[in-house]
């Protein structure tokens, strides 16, 4: 079973930028269909990337433009680098697989997998 461990949250002023890391063990990111998500108490899971083995991309509309996801598959790592950072982004995010019969290219927050214990991130306007 993959695990995943996010890395690079914290605490920015509206406008900054920030590269999350996610580093995977056990499966590869190369061919897996690997998500980001953001939960914020009280709402529901959104997923804003996802990217597939084949390195093709979907985004949420809250994000597209400002985000960006991105393997390194010599390191076995996952990246979103957030760019004009707004406080609507503030939430925990985190990396995940999604189950391999589920189409990837999705948005909707079902069948996502293993996930790490989520990396912080906080916008300040």
């Known amino acids: 079973q993959v695990q995943l461990v996010e890395s690079g949250g914290g605490s920015v002023q509206a406008g900054e930028s920030l590269r999350l890391s996610c580093t995977a063990s056990?499966?590869?990111?190369?061919?897996?269909?690997m998500n980001w998500f953001r939960q914020v108490p009280g709402k529901e899971r959104e997923v804003v990337a996802a990217?597939?083995?084949?390195?093709?991309?979907v985004y949420a509309d809250s994000v597209k433009g400002r985000f960006t996801i991105s393997k390194d598959n010599a390191k076995n790592t996952l990246y979103l680098q957030m760019n004009s950072l707004k406080p609507d982004d503030t939430a925990l995010y985190y990396c995940?697989?999604?189950?391999?019969?589920?189409?990837?290219?999705?948005?909707?927050?079902?069948?996502?997998?293993?996930w790490g214990q989520g990396t912080q991130v906080t916008v300040s306007s």
């Open positions: 056990g499966d590869t990111v190369s061919t897996s269909c």
């Open positions: 990217v597939d083995g084949d390195g093709r991309a």
């Open positions: 995940a697989t999604r189950a391999r019969h589920m189409r990837c290219l999705s948005l909707y927050p079902v069948g996502l997998t293993s």
